[in-house]
């Protein structure tokens, strides 16, 4: 079956940075776009930055664009997204997502907190 697992997740000082990782099982990774999403208290889901099956294109949202990067290494199954500049505002728990047809598919998220 389909498993996403992020890790990477820490406190961190505003201005600083961190690197998360979601490593993928159960598909043929270098098949499926991937997205990185996050959720703060109190507020709905939104999406951070997506990729696509090969890396060639990629996307941001508006919030983290300049500061983010997402990337994969398709001979690990994984994906990443490193985090420059970061503001308390980031504050959130991250995921990882692909969809396989109809299906979504969700990593349990990582904790990020930043202090400032």
């Known amino acids: 079956q389909v498993r996403l697992v992020e890790s990477g997740g820490a406190l961190v000082q505003a201005g600083g940075s961190l690197k998360l990782s979601c490593a993928a099982s159960?598909?043929?990774?270098?098949?499926?776009?991937m997205g990185w999403y996050r959720q703060a208290p109190g507020k709905q889901r939104e999406w951070v930055a997506g990729?696509?099956?090969?890396?060639?294109?990629?996307r941001y949202a508006d919030s983290v664009e300049g500061r983010f990067t997402i990337s994969r290494d398709n001979a690990k199954n994984t994906v990443y997204l490193e985090m420059n500049s970061l503001k308390p505002e980031d504050t959130a728990l991250y995921y990882c997502?692909?969809?396989?047809?109809?299906?979504?598919?969700w990593g349990q998220g990582t904790q990020v907190t930043v202090s400032s």
């Open positions: 990729i696509s099956n090969g890396g060639e294109y990629v």
């Open positions: 159960g598909i043929i990774f270098s098949r499926f776009a």
């Open positions: 997502k692909t969809n396989l047809g109809p299906s979504d598919y």
